[in-house]
């Protein structure tokens, strides 16, 4: 079971997959677990160009977003480790790999490093 999962308040959420060939960063605004489901907003979300050899530029995705985004932890998910400042989770199916770091972690994306779409 994931415990304290607000302490990523601040911090930032990751989603990549080298075989499909994306990453994408953002701010976490909110976040929270109703149950088996954790529900977050960002505040801002950034996608990296040149992914997976080597990022080139982070590029900032201005479209809108859902209210409340989900990962559901009982449709295939695994926690692959989860730490004082890090949570890693991996889809089993499309081989996904979620990362949630507190705002404390170091090498976090600055919203001013993006470029504009």
Known sequence: MINN?????GG???ISNPRAEFITR???ETIRLDGDIIKYN???E????????KIEKWV????PKPKEMEVHLRQGYAVIKDEEDSLFLRDKACGD???FESKYKSGLLEKARLESF
């Open 60 to 63: 900032e995705m201005k479209f």
């Open 42 to 44: 960002l505040r801002w």
């Open 46 to 53: 950034a996608f990296g160009v040149g992914y997976p050899s």
């Open 5 to 9: 999962i607000e302490r990523f308040v």
């Open 26 to 28: 953002g701010e976490i």
């Open 12 to 14: 930032q959420f990751e």
């Open 97 to 99: 790999l979620l990362k």
